[in-house]
């Protein structure tokens, strides 16, 4: 594509077909849809090249044949020497005879207007041959009408009065020159999903043993990998896959997954994360994911399809980009009549009309949302935070409440046995262990696997059924038919027990024992939380614990209202009700997180969180994230204020540009060059994100 007014022809021509959910994303190439079962691929892709598009395939990353002349860059530097000495008669003081001859200057802007042509021409014919008029059609009406204007005041003898080949020439050069500046600055938008794509293919070390079990190293490049291998990564080299240490210690520098610099030890069982490296050690693993199912390439998928999102933000450009060229068609027609009429004079009327043509800029409208957004996502892919949707980037600007899940969230999910009971004489400290660990290793709760580690037996109690019940405990039935539970006061139907503990087991509705865990509090959670009150951003602590634990982390962190002892029914009813209120964030992990991360206006799930909880959150922070909130909302809302100063550029632009050129201030060979630089200063503001502090 050569411009965000191509990504817009796309979608409306994929939209016609029947496909729905389409997001073409100009800066990345990227375009994804659902398709409605009818569509054929083959077809969708021969009619997007009907429109003057190239089609590549999944694992090409550029057309397979190359001729010259097929970038911007090329077909600038062939046509500035022509433009340049054309140009020359314009220098004060330098008078070139030879040069003022109409036939030298036919001769010298021909190969221009006919490169010109081969890219703006055909792709403005192919537009308006489908009925969706791209911007090149403005290129190609007023290249064309200095070259046949100049053409036929040569041919009829009076050339002193209709020369203005350097018009039609330095239009065509200059919007090259415009389209490679705008096509690199836009390729700088994704350096950090470039930067993410290129660990994905490297060489990895396969470990096979040969017909006498000898150990062998293979070089392959991790595409070829399969689950189940065996590989060997050294100190230094990059984790060519998602894979699980099978021997050896290391420590892993996940930064260009999690943007934390510090490195992670790791051994026997770890997971090491493809993209990683290596900075101590050397470990033997066992690959775990490959393609798409891999961390890598589901970070990757996220932001792509984020950046082909449209926040509601960028709607109003997108209608006004849809009928802005027949507008500025019909804007420069009423210019020529109207110079005319006034000057009565054709050929300024011409050139005002020519200049009203090639300044304006429907590209600026549609890049300056995908240029902000890619920056915005690029960038927090890179600092590990990642964001389902581009609505959410814009939601942030919003927040005014940010509810808090405590265990695993507000703190480390890491939980210690400090104390324990048996109340039934009949079993043993032993047998009582054994059944604690039977139960809790089904359960994916922080607690119950932090107990579960902690209790690891290598026997234990068999089960006919055993079930989680969310935000409650665990449920079980022996071979005998007995009925075991283990989980809250209230859901072991204790009435008799006495309170104050964690967590109680029952039989049959008798009591057995109890236990009491402690939980550490994360050691960025206070100053999380002070950040989100000094912007006056109200903080609600949400959690099925007990009301007396959670008022102590309450007053820890200082965090003011607590709402305890939840359901994750009730905790779903809250968290809509709040919505209800103001803009709402909720902060979670967990399985029994999942609704209300749902339901919240902005879901935000931890990496350490449940596959659930970060299907249904918007938003994810890696690597124990709570420290990257601020960060996270902060990118959210700068995101938000960059694609605000770029609409306000696109459209202030367009509006002072357009009446200018009409009343004959700007020259066609400016306008061009001015209409090239607009899109260049918005993709430039928002690659300011990069380093702009934003919290």
Known sequence: MDCSNCAMTITRYLEKQGVHNVKVNFASGDVIFDTNGNANAGQLAAGVESLGYTVLQPDTAVPARRFFLSTHLQRFVFCLPFTAVLMLHMIPGVHIHWLMDPFVQLALTTPVYLVGMSFFGRSAWKSL??????????????????????????????????????????????????????????????????????????????????????????????????????????????????????????????????????????????????????????VKAQVTAVGD????????????????????????????????????????????????????????????????????????????????????????????????NAASLESFRNIRQVVFDKTGTLTTGNFKVTAFGITDPGISEDEFRKIVYSLEKFSTHPIASSIARQWKSSSGKRWTSVQEVKGMGMLALDEKGIEWRLGSIAFSAQEAASGGHSIYLSRDGHPIGWLDVEDEIRSEAKMVVDYLRSRDIRVILLSGDRAEKCRQIAERLNIPEVIAEQTPEQKLQRITELTREAPTAMVGDGINDAPALAKATIGISINEASQLAMQSAQVVLMNQGLRKLPEALGLGRHTYITIQQNLFWAFAYNVVAIPVAAFGYLTPTFGALVMGLSDVVLAVNSVRLYVKKVW
């Open 293 to 388: 199912d891999t961390v890598l390439a589901h970070i990757i998928n996220m932001v792509k399809q984020a950046q082909g999102e449209k926040p509601p933000v960028q709607q109003l450009a997108d209608r006004i980009s849809a009928v802005f060229v027949p507008v500025v068609i019909g804007l420069a027609a009423v210019t020529f009549l109207g110079s005319w009429f006034y000057l009565k004079e054709f050929t300024p009327a011409l050139m005002r009309s020519i200049a009203v043509l090639v300044i304006a800029c429907p590209c600026a409208m549609g890049l300056a949302t995908p240029a902000a957004i890619a920056v915005g996502l690029g960038r927090g892919a890179r600092r590990g935070i990642l964001f389902r």
């Open 129 to 282: 041959r489908n009925g969706m008029p791209n911007m090149n059609v403005l290129i190609s009406l007023g290249a064309t009408a200095a070259f046949v204007y100049s053409l036929y005041g040569t041919l009829i003898g009076q050339p002193e009065n209709f020369m203005f080949y350097e018009t039609a020439a330095t239009i065509i050069t200059l919007v090259f020159l415009g389209n490679y500046l705008e096509e690199a600055s836009v390729r700088s938008t994704q350096k950090a999903l470039n930067a993410l794509v290129k660990s994905q293919k490297v060489m990895a070390n396969m470990i096979a043993y040969d017909d006498k079990f000898q150990e062998q190293i293979f070089p392959v490049e991790n595409t070829r990998l399969k689950v189940g291998d065996l590989i060997l990564v050294r100190a230094g080299e990059r984790v060519p896959i998602d894979s699980k240490v099978l021997w050896g210690e290391a420590e892993a520098d996940e930064a260009i997954i999690t943007g934390e610099s510090v490195p992670v030890a790791k051994a026997k069982k770890d997971k090491l994360i493809g993209g990683s490296i290596l900075v101590r050690g050397t």
